[in-house]
């Protein structure tokens, strides 16, 4: 069974930064690829950032030049540095992961507030 851990949530001031961690366990052999996606109050789920094996990335458009997702694929584990963080940042935020069907992390609330 995999299973995703996710960690580095918390509450921010506008401006502050972030550092969200996703790690894989289970038995895995290769993992496809790794995402974020966030769900806000009242919104639907949306795709955040996404990082390929070969680390082609995909930004939303709202975190462009704020936002960077990377892997360490020895760790199966995948990272979202949050800069510069706004208010309409503050969601519920999920790790995805290519593997199988498909799994998701358990979530982890960002909150950004003065």
């Known amino acids: 069974q995999v299973q995703l851990v996710e960690s580095g949530g918390g509450l921010v001031q506008p401006g502050g930064s972030l550092r969200l961690s996703c790690t894989a366990s289970?038995?895995?052999?290769?993992?496809?690829?790794m995402a974020w996606y966030r769900q806000a109050p009242g919104k639907e789920r949306e795709l955040v950032a996404s990082?390929?094996?070969?680390?082609?990335?995909h930004l939303v458009d709202s975190v462009k030049g704020r936002f960077t997702i990377s892997r360490d694929n020895a760790k199966n584990t995948v990272n979202l540095q949050m800069n510069s963080l706004k208010v309409e940042d503050t969601a519920i935020y999920y790790c995805?992961?290519?593997?199988?069907?498909?799994?998701w992390g358990q979530g982890t609330q960002v909150t950004v507030s003065s």
């Open positions: 289970g038995n895995i052999f290769r993992i496809g690829t």
């Open positions: 990082i390929s094996p070969g680390g082609t990335m």
């Open positions: 995805y992961i290519a593997y199988g069907s498909g799994f």
